[in-house]
C-alpha cells in the first residue's frame, strides 16, 4: 500500500481530515511554512519535503490536501501523479470512475474525493477533500 493512498472523504495517507492544526506536523516530523492562498480565510500549511499543502477551515481542521511531486498519491492501486493525465482518467474509467472536468485544469472525481490538476494534459498535483467541500460542482 501506498504512503499517499486516498481514502475518499476521510484521508490522504496518515493525513485524516478533522485534524487539527499541528497535527500534521506531527505525522509528517516537518515543521510547516504557513502562508495565505488565493482567496482563503485561514493560512495554508506547505510541506516541502513532503510535498504537501494542507488546508483548513475557520474551525481549524483540516478540509482539504494538494499533493505534489516528491508525493506519489494513489487510489485503488493507480498511480494519480502519473505524468500523462488521460492514461489516469482512463484508468480510473476501468473502476467505474466518472470525471467532471472544470475547463481550469481541474479533473474532479466528486463521489470519489479527490481532483488531479492537469492543465494541457499533463498532471502536476492532486487534491483530495472531505465530504461537504465546495467543489463547485453545483456552479457548473
Known sequence: ???WTVEPFRSLG????????????RVLGEPPKEFQKGFSKTLTEAYKGAGLHVYYDA???VEFIEAFPPSQPTYRGIDLMKPEADEVVADLAKLGLTVRKD???GLWFDDQGFSLFA???RTEGVSVF?????TGASKQ
Open 103 to 105: 475547463g481550469q485544469g
Open 59 to 61: 474551525d481549524g481542521t
Open 119 to 121: 492543465p494541457d494534459g
Open 1 to 3: 500500500m501506498s504512503e
Open 130 to 134: 472531505r465530504r461537504g467541500y465546495d
Open 14 to 25: 496518515k493525513l485524516r481530515f478533522g485534524m487539527r492544526k499541528g497535527e500534521p506536523e
